[in-house]
């Protein structure tokens, strides 16, 4: 138990580390950066390197927004391999779903508690 | 793209890379690395509570950890408290699924004075919109690539 909570600190603060080199050193914007990682997410889902992580890193590997990507690849094949090609689109939020869902919710929930400061 | 410069924005380029402050780089990768981690260990110990109270596995976890982490990020936002983590820590408060979170969530709660429909409705995905494109867009791409190969039994 104890070296999954070291390997998730140091992977998912390795991954924040290449969010701030692509802020100061490649001087993009954090909605660019973003992008960015989730694409690169997307991509090693593709080739199945992001689940190994996860089972490395656990939240390590989970919590970064790169995990998004991979969990949107990860639902359209899941659900490509029952149904074909036809499942590539309508997978894609098989499992990811709760990321969307929450930020929905809670944002609505936020904006019903909480008054805008400054 | 390669748009002529006159002599004096030239000019003015030079002064300005002059004057430019240096970001320090190894300072502000060290803060997100700790910040980023600390928010991944919290994240951790929460997948550990999911996975003994409620018994999801090591993959399944992520789902209920995502949403939990969004609603950390709702009461600290809404309390203020993320904005300044973030100046303090860049990407590495930007760069995990709570910075995510605070995007949508901050963006609702500002704009709800527009009114819910138009306000919070509309400005909700100001900011993680792309997120969301470019992620859905991506895997939709990566996601046809494989299965094509796999139709014709190239892997």
């Known amino acids: ?21 692509m802020f100061d050193v ?16 997307a991509i090693l889902g593709g ?8 089972d490395f890193a656990g939240a390590g590997a989970t919590i970064p927004i ?16 029952q149904h074909g090609l036809v499942g590539v689109l309508t997978g894609m939020f098989e499992i990811t779903s709760s990321g969307i869902s929450a930020a929905v ?9 909480f008054k805008p400061k400054g | ?5 006159s002599p004096e924005q030239k000019r003015y380029e030079k002064i300005e890379q002059k004057h430019e402050a240096k970001r320090p780089v190894v300072k502000n990768c060290i803060k997100a690395f700790f910040v980023g981690g600390s928010i991944c260990l919290v994240g951790q110990a929460v997948s550990y509570f999911y996975m003994y109270y409620f018994h999801f596995t090591e993959q399944t ?30 990407a590495g408060s930007a760069v995990p699924i709570t910075g995510f979170g605070n995007s949508v969530i901050s963006a609702a709660i500002e704009h709800r004075t527009e009114g819910f429909v138009l306000g919070v409705g509309g400005n ?32």
């Open chain 1, 1 to 21: 138990m104890l070296p999954m909570f070291f390997w998730a600190f140091v992977i998912g603060g390795l991954i924040c580390v290449i969010g701030q080199i």
């Open chain 1, 26 to 41: 490649f001087k993009l914007t954090p909605g660019h950066t973003m992008s960015t990682l989730v694409v690169i997410g």
């Open chain 1, 47 to 54: 080739f199945g390197v992001y689940e190994p992580l996860i």
């Open chain 1, 66 to 81: 790169t995990s998004f990507g991979n969990s949107l690849v990860n639902g359209a094949l899941q659900e490509a391999d």
């Open chain 1, 105 to 113: 919710v809670f944002g609505f929930i936020g904006a019903l508690l």
């Open chain 2, 1 to 5: 793209m390669a748009k002529q410069k």
């Open chain 2, 61 to 90: 976890a992520g789902n209920p950890t995502v949403a939990t982490m969004i609603f950390f990020a709702m009461l600290l936002t809404g309390f203020g408290v993320y904005d300044k983590i973030g100046q303090f820590a860049g």
């Open chain 2, 124 to 155: 909700m995905f100001k900011l993680a919109g792309s997120v969301i494109l470019f992620g859905v867009f991506s895997a939709f791409v990566v996601a046809l690539i494989k299965t094509l190969l796999l139709i014709w039994g190239v892997i």
